[in-house]
């Protein structure tokens, strides 16, 4: 079992930057694929950026470029450092943990408004 809790979502004006955290417990979380996925109001929930176990990172088109997702194996964490911030990102950012069973956040809000 798997337990995620993010931190970091907030306000921010466009073009600033924000850094989420998902913090997880359990065993074996060098073995999970660690993702960032946003959800904006109306719209259905989107990958924004995954990394794998080996270190393999992808990222949705409309972030790369201005979004850095990184892992710490040790403390269990993965952040997602989000600069050039843009209206267009207001959403609820969940973190997922997948290996074999996919475990969810409950989210965090990031809204950018001028």
């Known amino acids: 079992q798997v337990q995620l809790v993010e931190s970091g979502g907030g306000l921010v004006q466009p073009g600033g930057s924000l850094t989420l955290s998902c913090a997880a417990s359990g065993s074996s979380f060098s073995d999970y694929t660690m993702a960032w996925y946003r959800q904006a109001p109306g719209k259905q929930r989107e990958l924004v950026a995954r990394?794998?176990?080996?270190?393999?990172?992808n990222y949705v088109d409309s972030v790369k470029g201005r979004f850095t997702i990184s892992r710490d194996n040790a403390k269990k964490t993965v952040d997602l450092q989000m600069n050039s911030l843009k209206p267009e990102d207001t959403a609820v950012y969940s973190c997922?943990?997948?290996?074999?069973?996919?475990?969810w956040g409950k989210g965090t809000l990031v809204t950018v408004i001028s």
């Open positions: 990394i794998f176990s080996d270190g393999r990172i």
């Open positions: 997922n943990a997948i290996f074999f069973v996919s475990y």
